[in-house]
């Protein structure tokens, strides 16, 4: 079973445009670099993606389900479209194909008493297995206003996607640092936490966090951001994963993200045909750590 535990379904009402120039800023700084045929002034107004969009790249990829995942940006730059609203968008989208389409509530911890109801209403109603956050949004993992945040996604049993590393635009990464969840991680040793696209360039952290805590995982997610143009730093990522993570880490394309560059069906086949790994650690990574991790 191949999982893509790392996309994103993307409502334009619900995308500040700073945060979709945000996105769109790593292309826009490496277009000229790789001759990519992007205008990302173009794309930005209309960036949007939903269900179909995934289920699309999943077909053309063969990828059996996917994690997706919305980001509560509303708290740095007001959207038009409520924060709830675009999580019931997502979840509805899903609906229809909740055996190959696994929802996420996206919700910013820094909410508080909301916060905890959207999580508590969304397990309720549409049975959701997990939350994504970000902490780039302006709060660090460790500090005691999102205690209970933790403790309620430790009581409803749910699983933690979390950004990790780099951060563009209106966000900071001053709060991505993965070292920042080791008292989290060593408070709730229930709560599972995956530290997404191996805590990027503070990787070493995610290592070090998942040797010392059962509950840690990552994802391979933005790897791909290597490729095409930097094949042996790509692999070299990937040795590193089978060496040190290969029953925490999980395969992501961080979809639609790369996907002007580098589409996610290509980044699947780099990670299923290259010689980074035995093909034990490969069907790991590819889908068996996170159909486990899920209770799939």
Not at 223 to 230: A, I, K, T, V
Not at 269 to 285: G, Q
């Amino acid at each position: 079973m191949i999982i893509d535990s790392h996309v994103h379904i993307w409502m334009r009402e619900h995308l500040p445009d700073s945060m979709v120039r945000a996105y769109l800023e790593p292309l826009n700084a490496l277009k000229d670099l790789f001759d990519w045929e992007v205008d990302a002034e173009e794309v930005w107004p209309e960036y949007g993606v939903d269900v179909n969009k995934v289920l699309e790249m999943m077909s053309a990829g063969k990828v059996d389900r996917a994690v997706v995942l919305p980001i509560d940006y509303n708290l740095v730059d007001q959207a038009r479209v409520d924060i709830e609203q675009y999580n019931i968008w997502a979840f509805e989208g899903a609906a229809p194909y909740r055996d190959r389409i696994i929802p996420f509530v996206g919700i910013d911890p820094q909410r508080g008493d909301r916060a905890i109801s959207i999580m508590e209403k969304f397990v309720k109603k549409y049975d959701a297995p997990g939350i994504k956050v970000y902490p780039a949004t302006g709060w660090y993992p460790n500090e005691e206003r999102v205690q209970r945040f933790w403790e309620h996604a430790d009581d409803l049993g749910l699983v933690v996607i979390t950004h990790g590393g780099a951060a563009w635009g209106p966000l900071d990464e001053k709060y991505t640092r993965p070292s920042f969840y080791d008292e989290v991680l060593h408070r709730y040793p229930d709560l599972r936490v995956v530290i997404a696209h191996i805590g990027g360039k503070y990787r070493s952290e995610t290592y070090e966090l998942c040797a010392k805590h059962s509950n840690c995982f990552t994802d391979i997610s933005a790897l791909q951001g290597w490729l095409p143009s930097d094949p042996d730093t790509c692999m070299s990522r990937l040795k590193e994963v089978a060496e040190k993570v290969p029953d925490r880490a999980s395969f992501g394309t961080d979809f639609p993200l790369f996907d002007l560059s580098y589409p996610s069906e290509m980044w699947l086949n780099f990670v299923r045909d290259r010689p980074w790994a035995d093909e034990d650690t490969k069907a790991k990574v590819l889908g068996g750590n996170m159909r486990r991790l899920l209770g799939l």
